[in-house]
């Protein structure tokens, strides 16, 4: 081997031994870099390790001093029941001595209620299928319950023109006016209310 040969080889071995150390030294590089990126967290977890010990010991001392409280307690209460039992005792000797027989009587209370009755006029004209309905009642029809058929056929009886709708519609509305009353068995009956006293009747009634 010449003398090019051998330096043409050891330039080769050079370059290889150069890009070979490149190439190891890029990852130590960036293994150093993370090492410095997690310096402050590694310092962090010293910290947080010497918090937890100074929690630790504090927590210990919390309860050796709740132990002493709760043997304090047990002694305050064994030596404080028995003076608070005679006490009681005492009193209540005392109370008994100082009660003698007694009777107590209970008045009864009566309360009187008046109720006036309210007295309230109403005109209803017969020109209307109402007031023809309301003129049977004055008749004494609708002293005991009527349905509206029955109604109806009374009044074509007295030769008044009139339909059942609007015969129905009628008892309705004496309903809502509180002259009439209803209920509700197989079908509506009607029956004039109780506190409905017609002009005339009135002497008669009182």
């Keep these: 081997m010449d003398f090019k040969q051998a330096w043409e080889k050891e330039k080769t071995e050079k370059e290889t031994l150069k890009a070979e150390i490149e190439t190891k030294y890029v990852p130590i590089e960036r293994f150093k870099d993370a090492c410095d990126a997690n310096a402050p967290l590694l310092e962090e977890q010293d910290?947080?390790?010497?918090?937890?010990?100074k929690a630790t010991i504090l927590l210990s001392e919390l309860q050796d001093k709740l132990a002493a409280f709760e043997n304090f307690e047990d002694a305050l209460v064994g030596l404080l029941l028995p003076r608070f039992a005679e006490l009681v005792k005492t009193l209540k000797d005392n109370t008994t001595s100082m009660q003698g027989p007694s009777e107590v009587g209970l008045q009864t209370v009566t309360t009187v209620v008046d109720v006036p009755a309210a007295i309230k006029r109403v005109t209803i004209t017969e020109?209307?299928?109402?007031?023809?309905?309301?003129?049977?009642?004055?008749?004494?029809?609708?002293d005991g319950w009527k349905t509206s058929a029955e109604v109806h056929k009374q009044l074509i009886d007295d030769a008044n023109y009139c339909t059942s709708a609007a015969v129905n519609e009628a008892l309705n509305q004496l309903v809502k006016d509180g002259l009439f009353g209803m209920k509700h068995t197989d079908r509506n009956r009607f029956k004039l209310a109780p506190n409905v006293v017609f002009e005339g009747k009135e002497v008669e009634s009182q």
Aim: glycine residues 8%; hydrophobic residues 40%.
């Design 47 to 53: 910290k947080l390790k010497d918090q937890c010990t």
């Design 127 to 142: 020109d209307t299928i109402k007031g023809k309905v309301f003129a049977l009642a004055k008749k004494g029809f609708f």
